[in-house]
């Protein structure tokens, strides 16, 4: 078995990165490395392109839309002009697995979009994804 940053190893995005070299280009960030990271909402993210000119479709002049994928390279222009890392949160269903919880409004019921999160470092894109466990009752998933 290879150890991940190894760069024969074929399971890592970044084979010459490994986590020294990552926790080392943290140090000198001018970025905190400890938490609370920014957030920002999916519909926040898609305003922040669209204020700086990202488009989806260049030559069309298409802007992203409620509901499309933000591709790796749009999210790392992000993180990088801002600068910190980035918990970018809340998006639509459509876009998750069916088994990702809801953001719930004021009355309690669900909404469009879910509790989940893409976390974002400058210098690297999206690192992690995740969310909370979806729970169908009280003590649904306690043993």
Not at 10 to 15: A, R, V, W
Not at 31 to 37: A, D, E, H, V, Y
Not at 43 to 48: G, I, R, V
Not at 50 to 55: A, D, F, M, N, R
Request: charged share 25%; net charge negative.
């Amino acid at each position: 078995r290879v150890p991940l940053g190894n760069p024969r190893s074929s399971l890592s995005p970044y084979p010459l990165m490994g986590l020294r070299s990552l926790r080392r280009r943290a140090k000198t960030a001018s970025w905190s490395t400890f938490p609370p990271f920014r957030r920002m909402d999916y519909t926040d993210a898609l305003a922040w392109l669209q204020e700086h000119g990202v488009y989806k479709d260049e030559e069309a002049k298409i802007f992203y839309q409620y509901g499309d994928d933000i591709p790796e390279a749009p999210e790392r222009f992000m993180v990088d002009t801002i600068g910190e890392p980035i918990m970018l949160c809340r998006f639509p269903s459509g876009m998750k697995s069916f088994y990702m919880s809801r953001v719930k409004d004021a009355e309690g019921n669900d909404t469009d979009l879910t509790e989940s999160v893409d976390v974002l470092m400058p210098g690297v894109g999206e690192i992690v994804g995740g969310f909370p466990p979806r729970f169908s009752g009280p003590g649904a998933g306690a043993p």
